[in-house]
């Protein structure tokens, strides 16, 4: 039987400091004067009941706001694990790499992306490598670069700070280039195809459903580029291919991935506001995107479902791109028609391939610094409330989520790779901490226990310093962070030495020898341990292989651990939204007797 919590909002001004006569009521019950020759005794007992009753409200408020209070890594330790984790992106590029890249084994690959007979699209040089094979997936790169533009838009001044704010706007820069070449960003009103991914195994497959529904006149979109057999079977570096990859085509179903691109550009979109002529072809590309999202629906079967928490992560992402309450009304509609469960076996999972609990806190952030009232007061205490039911589900002392003996949440139900889900709730649990201070918040409520923002902080901090070194093997899942980290990474370039040059098939040694790779790839977050901490340095994705997507989320928790507190901007989200006015709420219902 599903457990339903609603989560009562705490105004703290409303409750008055209790008077000392009342704090005293609390302690001691009125009795007769004791008589002379009891005074002693008595007034020993006394005292004693009151220390009693001091330490068991201190252990009570301890327990409140932490059962077991963290020990945190040094002061610095996340500023140097962010400059460490941002060098991973220079290491995944495609295309022509620009100067100031900085990676001694890395060269230009994949120039040659679409450039094939009857292609529609033939520049697509570019982008990233979605993980230790060549693939470059435009779903997952698309989320890769939301979440850096999100960490930069809530905490400019830290990376300012670090001397990493140029580093990493060039990082999202380079992939939104990218994207802006796999559709028709210029189009005046919709598109008929979009890239999401090249291939050479399945090509001939799609390229008879494109035909198919050529003669149909039905509107295509490509995908990603690189076929995950093809690319799995080849161990070769992205600089020696030699095989043709051609564009994996999606046949008018991908609402998910162009809400999910759209996403990515008018976050973008929201970083470099001050060069308002990039600004606005971001946002002019979101909106197309978003459009041909929203056509490609078709009723309420398995795309608007699966697609839904794309359309709203999408829908959000536009508001506070464009200010354009249309927006809005299509979220707040879309969530009046919410077909998830907040207690379903995902909830609180937030990934590439779910977005509903960073939607969730996106609402929740504009509940909370806007106040925007009617209409859309009733959807946004809905998610406000969803979000809080998340955060609970993070901590310790509640049964939503498995945990390793070392601490590692299991937000993957023990399948392998899990260090880059903890990586996003790390993020998001620091993220609503900051929010709750930054309005004059000091906690939240799960059940009849009121948590403060220490709580997520603390929790925020254990899954990263797990990633970090403090975990049962005593390593770092972050390569070239700490003494001690992963030597056989999965990850094709940094397994073969830079001038050797390998077939598919030759480079199979590389991949199957015991030696240490190379090519040392840097701020590489890999899969991770077990879900019993095990893990085994060797070059299998399930244990060693690093992603553009974990990596994202890692440096997102990474900023907004470092540094001092109380660096939230809480101004930039808002730049593009003008003031809001509520609506008058409709009059009550005439009364009848």
């Known amino acids: 039987m599903r457990r339903e919590v609603e989560l009562q909002e705490v105004d703290w001004t409303a409750f008055p400091k209790p008077s000392e006569e009342m704090q005293s009521s609390w302690l001691l019950q009125h009795s007769p004067k004791p008589k002379k020759k009891t005074v002693r005794k008595r007034t020993c007992a006394?005292?004693?009941?009151?220390?009693g009753v001091v330490i068991a409200f201190s252990m009570t408020v301890r327990a409140l706001t932490h059962r077991h209070h963290y020990q945190q890594q040094?002061?610095?330790?996340?500023?140097?694990?962010?400059?460490?984790?941002?060098?991973?992106?220079?290491?995944?590029?495609?295309?022509?790499?620009?100067?100031?890249?900085?990676?001694?084994?890395?060269?230009?690959?994949?120039?040659?992306?679409?450039?094939?007979?009857?292609?529609?699209?033939?520049?697509?040089?570019g982008g990233y490598y979605d993980g230790g094979d060549a693939i470059k997936s435009n779903f997952k790169?698309?989320?890769?670069?939301?979440?850096?533009?999100?960490?930069?838009?809530?905490?400019?001044?830290?990376?300012?700070?670090?001397?990493?704010?140029?580093?990493?706007?060039?990082?999202?820069?380079?992939?939104?280039?990218?994207?802006?070449?796999?559709?028709?960003?210029?189009?005046?009103?919709?598109?008929?195809?979009?890239?999401?991914q090249v291939t050479k195994q399945r090509f001939l497959r799609l390229c008879m459903f494109k035909c198919f529904h050529l003669l149909l006149q039905v509107c295509f979109p490509f995908k990603q580029v690189g076929s995950e057999?093809?690319?799995?079977?080849?161990?070769?570096?992205?600089?020696?291919?030699?095989?043709?990859?051609?564009?994996?085509?999606?046949?008018?179903?991908?609402?998910?991935?162009?809400?999910?691109?759209?996403?990515?550009?008018?976050?973008?979109?929201?970083?470099?506001?001050?060069?308002?002529?990039?600004?606005?072809?971001?946002?002019?590309?979101?909106?197309?995107?978003?459009?041909?999202?929203?056509?490609?629906?078709?009723?309420?079967?398995?795309?608007?479902?699966?697609?839904?928490?794309?359309?709203?992560?999408?829908?959000?992402?536009?508001?506070?791109?464009?200010?354009?309450?249309?927006?809005l009304d299509r979220v707040t509609t879309l969530a009046l028609a919410d077909p998830s469960d907040s207690f379903s076996r995902d909830s609180g999972v937030f990934s590439w391939n779910t977005k509903l609990a960073g939607a969730q806190l996106l609402l929740t952030r504009m509940r909370l610094f806007l106040s925007p009232g009617y209409p859309a007061e009733e959807v946004l205490r809905k998610f406000h409330n969803q979000i809080s039911i998340v955060m609970c589900s993070y901590l310790p002392s509640f049964n939503k989520f498995n945990r390793t003996k070392g601490g590692l949440i299991q937000l993957n139900?023990?399948?392998?790779?899990?260090?880059?889900?903890?990586?996003?709730?790390?993020?998001?649990?620091?993220?609503?901490?900051?929010?709750?201070?930054?309005?004059?918040t000091r906690g939240w409520s799960c059940g009849p226990n009121v948590y403060f923002t220490n709580v997520l902080r603390d929790f925020s901090r254990s899954q990263v310093d797990y990633i970090l070194g403090k975990n049962p093997e005593n390593i770092s899942y972050v390569v070239g962070y700490g003494e001690r980290y992963p030597k056989h990474v999965h990850h094709r370039?940094?397994?073969?030495?830079?001038?050797?040059?390998?077939?598919?098939?030759?480079?199979?040694?590389?991949?199957?020898?015991?030696?240490?790779?190379?090519?040392?790839?840097?701020?590489?977050?890999?899969?991770?341990?077990?879900?019993?901490?095990?893990?085994?340095?060797?070059?299998?994705?399930?244990?060693?292989?690093?992603?553009?997507?974990?990596?994202?989320?890692?440096v997102a928790a990474l900023v907004a651990l470092?540094?001092?507190?109380?660096?939230?901007?809480?101004?930039?989200?808002?730049?593009?939204?003008?003031?809001?006015?509520?609506?008058?709420?409709?009059p009550p219902a005439p009364w009848t007797p």
């Open 141 to 196: 790169m698309s989320f890769a670069m939301t979440m850096l533009s999100w960490s930069v838009i809530e905490y400019h001044a830290k990376y300012q700070q670090l001397g990493e704010l140029s580093h990493v706007e060039g990082i999202i820069k380079w992939g939104t280039d990218y994207f802006l070449k796999t559709f028709d960003s210029s189009a005046a009103d919709s598109i008929h195809d979009m890239v999401s």
């Open 413 to 440: 139900n023990g399948d392998p790779q899990p260090l880059q889900y903890a990586a996003n709730a790390a993020f998001l649990a620091a993220l609503y901490g900051d929010y709750l201070e930054a309005s004059d």
């Open 493 to 554: 370039g940094a397994s073969i030495p830079k001038n050797r040059k390998e077939s598919c098939k030759g480079g199979w040694k590389w991949r199957e020898s015991s030696k240490e790779n190379p090519n040392v790839i840097e701020g590489a977050m890999v899969a991770g341990p077990d879900g019993h901490d095990v893990f085994h340095d060797v070059r299998t994705a399930n244990y060693t292989e690093p992603t553009l997507t974990g990596n994202a989320g890692l």
């Open 74 to 125: 040094a002061p610095d330790a996340y500023n140097m694990a962010l400059h460490t984790g941002l060098k991973f992106f220079n290491s995944q590029r495609s295309g022509r790499l620009p100067d100031q890249n900085n990676i001694t084994w890395r060269g230009d690959s994949c120039i040659q992306d679409g450039k094939y007979p009857g292609s529609s699209h033939p520049n697509l040089s």
């Open 562 to 586: 470092s540094g001092e507190k109380h660096m939230l901007d809480k101004n930039r989200m808002f730049s593009g939204v003008p003031p809001l006015f509520p609506d008058v709420p409709p």
């Open 229 to 327: 057999g093809t690319e799995r079977y080849c161990w070769m570096r992205p600089e020696d291919i030699d095989y043709e990859r051609k564009v994996h085509i999606c046949i008018s179903e991908c609402p998910n991935l162009a809400a999910e691109m759209a996403a990515a550009l008018a976050s973008a979109s929201i970083v470099f506001s001050e060069n308002d002529a990039y600004s606005q072809k971001l946002i002019q590309g979101a909106k197309i995107l978003y459009r041909f999202a929203e056509s490609s629906i078709k009723g309420s079967g398995r795309s608007a479902r699966s697609s839904w928490d794309e359309l709203l992560w999408g829908g959000v992402w536009l508001y506070y791109a464009t200010g354009d309450a249309t927006y």
């Open 46 to 51: 006394w005292t004693l009941a009151f220390i």
